[in-house]
Every structure is written in structure tokens, then in C-alpha cells.
């Protein structure tokens, strides 16, 4: 089984930049996909980024432009870096882990950003 752990969440202020990491670890098939998801009080869970072991990405639109994610494979290590955050950026960001017969989720970690 995998295992996700998420570090990098804090609080900035609007305009700030912040960096997101998540380490998996376990016992990790190909093909999958690691993403960053975003829960915010009321809201639903919304994805922000993804990618895929082959490469291919997606950002979110509300963060296009501003989010960067990367992975590094060989450390198999997820990093979502954050620029120009905007309060409404302010959520739990979880990552999560996907493949044809596990999905995992990390324990969450919170970014707050101040006006």
C-alpha cells in the first residue's frame, strides 16, 4: 500500500508564494497519476493539479498561471509551487496518489493567505 506525506503549508501573506511537497512511499506502480487537490470550509474538494508518471499535466484553471507541479519520479516526490496566492487560495491541500486499483490520500496540509 502507498503512503503520502505532505509538508510545506503554512501562512503568507496575498501575493506570497509558498512550496507544497508530498512523498510517497510503498509500494508504487506505473502508470499512475499524483495530484493536489484543495478543500476549503463549505466547499467541495476541488483538484488543482495533476500529473501523470508518463509526464502529462494539468493545472486547474483557477490557478493557471500561477501554480507550478512537478514530480520527481526516481524520489517519487510530488511538488506543487505556489506564486501570487490569493485568499482565496486559503484551503487544505491534500495530495493524492492514483492508480487502477489504489487511490490514497495524504492527511492534508493547510494554507492560509492573508489580504
Known amino acids: 500500500q502507498v503512503q503520502l506525506v505532505e509538508s510545506g503549508g503554512g501562512l503568507v501573506q496575498a501575493g506570497g508564494s509558498l512550496t507544497l511537497s508530498c512523498a510517497a512511499s510503498?509500494?508504487?506502480?506505473?502508470?499512475?497519476?499524483m495530484a493536489w487537490y484543495r478543500q476549503a470550509p463549505g466547499n467541495q474538494r476541488e483538484m488543482v493539479a495533476t500529473?501523470?508518471?508518463?509526464?502529462?499535466?494539468i493545472i486547474g484553471d483557477p490557478v493557471k498561471g500561477r501554480f507550478t507541479v512537478s514530480r520527481d519520479n526516481a524520489r517519487n516526490t510530488l511538488i506543487l509551487q505556489m506564486n501570487s496566492l490569493k485568499p482565496e487560495d486559503t484551503a487544505v491541500y491534500y495530495c493524492?496518489?492514483?492508480?487502477?486499483?489504489?487511490?490514497?490520500w495524504g492527511q492534508g496540509t493547510q494554507v492560509t493567505v492573508s489580504s
Open positions: 493524492n496518489y492514483f492508480s487502477g486499483p489504489e487511490t490514497v
Open positions: 500529473v501523470a508518471s508518463s509526464g502529462r499535466t
Open positions: 510503498g509500494r508504487i506502480v506505473s502508470p499512475n497519476v
